[in-house]
Structures are given as structure tokens and as C-alpha cells.
């Protein structure tokens, strides 16, 4: 039987003293932030805190029962956290950053707010600028582990997990191939091939020849690796980390900072009587993290109390795969990763295809009566890229799942994972960031950073005055703005030399990962490795108009509103382990012919900039007349569409026609 009631039930009538808490804050160093004149003055706080938690209230966490107990039968974890603290006229917003895979930085808030960001992936090395948390060993556990890698060359596979921030694979029990199995697998779509076990070792062979120098952090492969295979490893690990504290680690801290005048040994709360509210925001990964938090009850403290009134998971297509055995809490949903079978909906929808049951993300802070105001937002790679069509429509795509009065979804159209790096005016797409595939099209430039700022102020005003936002604004069925992922349901444009959309999307599979594994809660212990794979769940994306720009519900750019091309949340990989299907969450843009001439030369039926804008000036003309529509309508602030403004007048858009 899953935990969710149980723990929304029991939970409650726990006393205090049962509950996790933070027992102790390090302070390391104090600092005046660097401001400019006029500036409210800031200071950075950095440290550590330690916590500990009850194996019975904190049961939910995977393997918590088996971490070691210190002499009050607790189970302790310790973290790193940074602080932005207004020294004078403070909102008494507490903001707090989800780090992604450890990164984060704290700064001056530009209407005071008190910015917070902690240690929550307790698999990451600690490191100076790495925000990082530190969490028991269950030693004398066992169970399966994966590892997967593509595009390898050499002899030595070196086991890590996760992008970003690779970290090391759990160690198998022992070293003997016969007891593990590596495959190989020519495409995401082919049958895996075992690799013979004499053929294959826990091994280093950089510096000796196979079968190599025994390593169980490493494997040796007889005659090297070949990259244009994939190559995937499970295997049985032992002494597992017990991830999931995570959680109650983040939620310890913020009650702590909330509510706390100071820890046990007297050491003062460094922000105590300055915080009325409290908002979270997490992106990609940790925007997944949000979502777990919640749907996992962590939205309520020791005491009872909400830990956060406002939460904004964007870009979170799916759970985050942490609170499981041997979790890989750094992954991107690629072959075998587990993530979205974990609840998607923000009411309640019963997964009858999966055979899952009805439940939604909801239900334990209901329960408790604990759940925040949410701002959820995201954009097309999301559901190109990162599976998210479920959460808008169920696992059978028949109709809409409703949201509920507490939450707002607001989508961007034609915008990749993020949104661009630079999100200014471009005609050749936007630079590569570091590390990233390598597409046959051009990066999309299209943003969604303005609007995001618009958005937060709007959730901050929710959390702090009761004003509610703008009415949600993504792509429905009812509507009829989303439809399956081909050329012919999108309606896509005949575009010479253009990629068709046909099989660019990153199906959801089904997986079964065994009987010990909790699919709504995304937790438990994974014990098929890989996975059964059951079957595909559809996935339906919105429809675009005569340009190939997507319509229909959301919340377009100025970009999208005064185009320079087509500007779409899928790619083509261009080389490499896949080539030629989609190419990660890496959005593509096609810009649009200069003139009419040359766009009747290359048989283009998408309008010029020419046949669009008929000179610079109309074009600087029509994002200024739209830049402030948006200001008006509240989905860009001033300084931001003054900004765009003169980024267009600087662009060298039609700047080589003459004015008419």
C-alpha cells in the first residue's frame, strides 16, 4: 500500500519533537554585497547547517530505516546554504533557488527580497561554489543499478551518472562480469545486445591491456568501445546513499529561517523575525524537484506549517528521480531513466493506461492543508524534448486535465529549454552553449527570460497581497491547439531543405521497473534493470500556422509576436549515437528570406523580412508597438521592452533596404 495517506493522516498527529529540524547553523562568512549607489545595501551569508530526522515521521524517505541512527535514535545530514540579506528595506520575501545539479549564486534582489539557495543532491563532490549536501550511507543494502553512455571511444568506460555534474556510479558487490550484464545498442529504437562476459571486465585498461587493472568504478571492453553504439551496464550495487533526505533538508532549512529564533546551541538564526513569506522556484532539474517536494508532503514543517506559500516549478517536465535506491537525480529523461512515471497532474487523474491509479500532486498538501500558491511554466522543448504532453492531457491524450484555483500554468511558445542564452533580436539563431549537441539547425533564439521576470513579480504579489495573476494560458484540446507530432497533424509548412518534425519528439515509455518500485511517488527500490519497456504513451504538441510558429494558447515573446523565422522546440541531431533524430532539448530556428526575390528562389512560402516589415524602420516600428502591448497587457516589464527596443534598432534587420 503507497504511503500518501498514511503519512498525510499520521504525520499530523506527531509531536514536534519527532520531526526533522535543523539542530545546528555554521556560519562561514559574512560579506557586503557589491552595490551600486541608490542601491539597497545587501550582504552574503555562507555556511553549513546540520539536521537531523525520526526514521518514523520521515519514513517516506527510501531507506531512511536503514541509515545509521546517532544516540537519539535520529538519522543525521548536513548541508551547504548562501544567503542574500537585505540590510535595509527588506520585503520579507524569503526566495528560495532550487540549486540545479549544485550550481547557484545569491545576489542582491532588486525589490528585496531575501534570496536563498541550499545543498539538496547529496551524490555531488563537495566543492567550493558547489551547493551540496552530505547524507548517510544504508550500508548493507543491495539492488540494481544502471549506467549508460553513448559516443565512447577507447578501451575504458569511467561509470558516472547524470549531465551537468557527472557523479560517480554505486559500486557493484563484487567483480565478476557473470554477475552483471553490459549490452550494446545500435539505436534508442533496437533490441540490446548482450556483450559475452569474457569479452568485458570491472576494469581500467588505459594504462594495461585487457583484461586491464581490476577498478569497480570502471569497465574494460575487449577490443575498445565503438561510438556510434550505446552502450548500457546493470549490474548489483551495494551501500546505497540515501538521496531522499534531500528533501527534508530543504524544508528543514526554511522553517528554520522562517520561524527559528536559533538552533540548539544557541547560534542565532541569521535572518530570525525577518521573513513573512516564503516563495521556491527551481528550473529543469530542480524545477522537478519542486514537484516532488510537494507531491512528496514536504511542504509541510515539524510543526505543522507550510514551508512555502508560493512555489514556481518551470521547465519541469516530470518528477525528480531521487528518492529512489541508487537514484541518479542528474539525469535528462533519456533510454531507461526513470522520471515521468512519477504523478504529473495537478488535480486528481486516474492513469488508467499505466494501471496506475488516481492521484495527483496535490493530494498530501490538501491533506494538510498545506499547499502553496504555484506558477507553473514552460515552454515547447518541454514537451519535444522532456515528455511533458501527459500533465496537460493525460496518459490517454483524450482530453484536458483541469487545474486547480491554487495554480496558474503559463506557456511559451516556440521557446527551447530555457529559453535563449542571449534572448536578443538574431538572424542566424543563437550561440551554442558549452556542451551542447550539435544540431543540423540553428539554435532558437527566441526568450522566455522577460517574461519569467514578469511572471514572478506577479507570483511574489499573489503570495504577499492575495492578487491573483492572469488567467492560465497554455495550448488545450478543447481549443484545439494540440495535435500529434507529424508534419501532416501540424499543419508544417513546405520549407525546402527544412527537417520534418516526424519523429523529432522524445517518446514517454512505459517502464515497468518492477513491484518494489512506488510510480506515483517516484520512489521505492528499481528492481528490473533495465526496465521493461510496456508500450509508448502518446504525446501531442501544438499546431503552427502558416510559418511554422506555433499558435494557439500561451504566452508568446515579442520574438515570436514580430518574427525573423520559425522558431521551434525541436532538433535534428547532427551527428554522433542518434544522429538524425532529435537532438536533446535543443530547440531550432529557421529564419526567414531577406527579400521577396530571394524567397521566391529558393521556393519558400514563408513571407520575407521584406513582404513583412518593408524596412528597418518598420521593423524596429512593430517591436516597439508590440513590446509595449505586452507592457500594458502585463507580460513584460518597461526596463525589459526598452531594452528589446534598442537591441532592434541596433540589429541589422533589413538594414541593407532602402527606406520607403
Not at 512505459?510 to 533495465?530: C, K, N, W
Amino acid at each position: 500500500m503507497r504511503k500518501r495517506f498514511l503519512l498525510a493522516g499520521a504525520a499530523l498527529v506527531l509531536a514536534t519533537s519527532a520531526q526533522g529540524r535543523v539542530t545546528a547553523i555554521h556560519i562561514e562568512s559574512r560579506t557586503p554585497a557589491p552595490t551600486r549607489p541608490g542601491e539597497r545595501p545587501y550582504e552574503i551569508i555562507t555556511g553549513s547547517f546540520d539536521g537531523d530526522l525520526s526514521p518514523r515521521a520521515d519514513a517516506i524517505i527510501t531507506d531512511i530505516d536503514h541509515a545509521p541512527r546517532n544516540a537519539r535514535g535520529r538519522v543525521g545530514y548536513s548541508a551547504t546554504f548562501a544567503i542574500a540579506r537585505p540590510l535595509a528595506r527588506g520585503s520579507g520575501v524569503l526566495f528560495y533557488d532550487v540549486p540545479n545539479r549544485g550550481n547557484g549564486k545569491v545576489a542582491p534582489d532588486e525589490d528585496g527580497h531575501i534570496r536563498v539557495i541550499s545543498g539538496w543532491q547529496g551524490d555531488l563532490t563537495p566543492a567550493p561554489g558547489v551547493q551540496s549536501a552530505s547524507v548517510p550511507v544504508a550500508r548493507g543494502l543491495t539492488g540494481l543499478a544502471l549506467a549508460r553512455v553513448t559516443d565512447l571511444s577507447g578501451s575504458t568506460w569511467g561509470l558516472t551518472g547524470g549531465i551537468g555534474r557527472p557523479v560517480a556510479r554505486p559500486l557493484p558487490v563484487d567483480l565478476n562480469p557473470a554477475h552483471a550484464q553490459l549490452y550494446r545498442q545500435s539505436n534508442d529504437g533496437a533490441a540490446l545486445q548482450p556483450v559475452p562476459a569474457d569479452q568485458w571486465a570491472f576494469a581500467d585498461c588505459r594504462s594495461k591491456a585487457f583484461p586491464g587493472t581490476p577498478d569497480p568504478s570502471h569497465i574494460c571492453l575487449k577490443g575498445g568501445f565503438d561510438p556510434a553504439l550505446a552502450y548500457t551496464l546493470t549490474y548489483t550495487a551495494r551501500d546505497p546513499l540515501v538521496l531522499g533526505i534531500g528533501f527534508a533538508a530543504t524544508r528543514d532549512l526554511v522553517a528554520f529561517l522562517r520561524h527559528a529564533k536559533a538552533d540548539d546551541a544557541g547560534t542565532a538564526n541569521p535572518l530570525a523575525g525577518q521573513v513573512r513569506w516564503s516563495v521556491v522556484s527551481g528550473t529543469s532539474q530542480s524545477g522537478n524537484f519542486v514537484k516532488s517536494f510537494i507531491n512528496l508532503g514536504f511542504n509541510r514543517d515539524e510543526a505543522g506549517r507550510r514551508v512555502f506559500d508560493g512555489a514556481n516549478p518551470n521547465i519541469a517536465a516530470r518528477q525528480v528521480p531521487l528518492n529512489l535506491r541508487f537514484a541518479v537525480p542528474g539525469g535528462a529523461a533519456t533510454l531507461f531513466e526513470p522520471g515521468s512515471e512519477g504523478t504529473l497532474w495537478w488535480t486528481p487523474y486516474n492513469d488508467t493506461v499505466r494501471g496506475r491509479g488516481r492521484h495527483s500532486l496535490l493530494d498530501r498538501c490538501t491533506a494538510s492543508s498545506t499547499c502553496p500558491r504555484i506558477m507553473e511554466t514552460f515552454g515547447s522543448t518541454e514537451l519535444w524534448g522532456l515528455r511533458l504532453s501527459p500533465a496537460l492531457v493525460g496518459t490517454d491524450a483524450k482530453g484536458d486535465v483541469p487545474i486547480p484555483a491554487n495554480v496558474r500554468r503559463y506557456y511559451f511558445p516556440g521557446v527551447t529549454h530555457g529559453g535563449s542564452i542571449t534572448g536578443g533580436i538574431s538572424l542566424d539563431g543563437d550561440k551554442p552553449w558549452p556542451g551542447a549537441p550539435v544540431c543540423v539547425l540553428a539554435n532558437n533564439p527566441n526568450p522566455s527570460l522577460p517574461t519569467m521576470r514578469a511572471l514572478l513579480k506577479r507570483l511574489v504579489d499573489w503570495v504577499t497581497t492575495g492578487r491573483a495573476p492572469p488567467p492560465s494560458q497554455y495550448p488545450t484540446l478543447a481549443h484545439g491547439d494540440l495535435v500529434s507530432p507529424t508534419a501532416a497533424a501540424m499543419h508544417w509548412p513546405n520549407i525546402p531543405g527544412a527537417p520534418l518534425p516526424d519523429g523529432k519528439i522524445n517518446a514517454l515509455l512505459d517502464y515497468d521497473y518492477g513491484p518494489a518500485f512506488d510510480y506515483p511517488d517516484l520512489s521505492g527500490v528499481i528492481t528490473r534493470q533495465p526496465p521493461v519497456i510496456r508500450g509508448t504513451i502518446p504525446s501531442l504538441v501544438p499546431r503552427v500556422d502558416a510559418d511554422g510558429n506555433e499558435m494557439g494558447g500561451g504566452v508568446p515573446s515579442v520574438q515570436h509576436l514580430v518574427p525573423l523565422g520559425t522558431y521551434l522546440g525541436w532538433n535534428v541531431l547532427a551527428k554522433g549515437y542518434g544522429a538524425g533524430g532529435d537532438c536533446g532539448f535543443a530547440g531550432g530556428f529557421i529564419p526567414f528570406a531577406t527579400t521577396r526575390a530571394e524567397r521566391l528562389a529558393k521556393g519558400d512560402p514563408r513571407r520575407s523580412l521584406e513582404e513583412r516589415y518593408g524596412s528597418h524602420a518598420g521593423f524596429v516600428a512593430r517591436v516597439k508597438a508590440v513590446a509595449a502591448q505586452r507592457v500594458k497587457e502585463g507580460w513584460l516589464l518597461p526596463d525589459d521592452a526598452a531594452r528589446l527596443v534598442a537591441e532592434a534598432q541596433a540589429s541589422s534587420v533589413l538594414t541593407a533596404m532602402p527606406e520607403k
